[in-house]
């Protein structure tokens, strides 16, 4: 079974403080994404991370994926009331075909002013 | 261009009863697939359908099934509902399977009584 864990399940801040968003496998994923859900909406795509070890940046939002693509994390800085959602990474793996994604269990994000 | 749409957005059955909830991809995208998200299981797939074929399947009884008609639209059917049915369903439209490019929809939120 292929199985994505994500953590902290839940996460209550301050506005303006830091935070790391966890997502780990025993398996390795071919490709992993990190989406933002809102309430009364469908998951958002934000970020696709390919390559072990690969680094993106999206204005405050950084993501890793692990040198051995079994991991990755979404570091938010400074967060804002407007970070507020559900956070879900979702891996593709090398297996499975079409557009099959595991998704993990996801981190509700609450930023308060 | 528009996006992924989902109807109904929100219905109620009760146990026994079937339904069928429909999508309209992106135009120009020839890939749907289902997912089934709860409060308990998170995002599960359900299956995925490109050129009015399945082309995978997730872990769901029989009771769901799915088809996609020649314009890439998309419907899924539940038969006899069970309580633990209740979920919101999701849908999402890629230009092709194995694209790894994913757009849901909002959602069609359905409770079972």
């Known amino acids: 079974t292929q199985l994505l864990e994500q953590s902290p399940q839940f996460l209550s801040i301050q506005e303006g403080e830091n935070l790391t968003v966890y997502c780990n496998s025993s398996s390795v994923f071919s490709s992993l994404q990190w989406y933002r859900q809102e309430p009364g909406e469908g998951p958002v795509l934000l970020v696709t991370?390919?390559?072990?070890?690969e680094v993106k940046k999206l204005k405050r939002l950084t993501f890793q994926f692990g040198d051995a693509r079994k991991d990755s994390s979404l570091h938010i800085t400074a967060a804002q009331p407007g970070d507020t959602g559900l956070y879900l990474c979702?891996?593709?793996?090398?297996?499975?075909?079409?557009?099959?994604?595991?998704f993990g269990g996801g981190t509700r994000l609450m930023v308060k002013p | 261009k528009a996006g992924v749409t989902q109807t109904p957005r929100y219905l109620i059955k009760t146990r026994g009863q079937q339904v069928t909830l429909s999508c309209s991809p992106i135009?120009?995208?020839?890939?749907v697939s289902w997912y089934q998200q709860t409060p308990g299981q998170g995002l599960q797939f359900l299956f995925e359908?490109?050129?009015?074929?399945?082309?995978n399947k997730g872990n769901f009884p029989g009771r769901f099934s799915g088809r996609q008609f020649s314009n890439s639209r998309s419907e899924m059917n539940v038969s006899t509902l069970e309580l633990g049915d209740s979920a919101l369903y999701l849908c999402?439209?890629?230009?092709?399977?194995?694209?790894?490019?994913?757009?849901f929809g909002a959602g069609s939120r359905l409770t079972v009584l």
């Open positions: 991370v390919v390559t072990g070890g």
């Open positions: 135009s120009g995208h020839r890939s």
């Open positions: 359908y490109f050129s009015e074929t399945q082309r």
């Open positions: 979702a891996g593709f793996f090398p297996y499975n075909a079409g557009n099959m994604l595991t």
């Open positions: 999402a439209s890629s230009l092709m399977s194995g694209a790894n490019v994913l757009t």
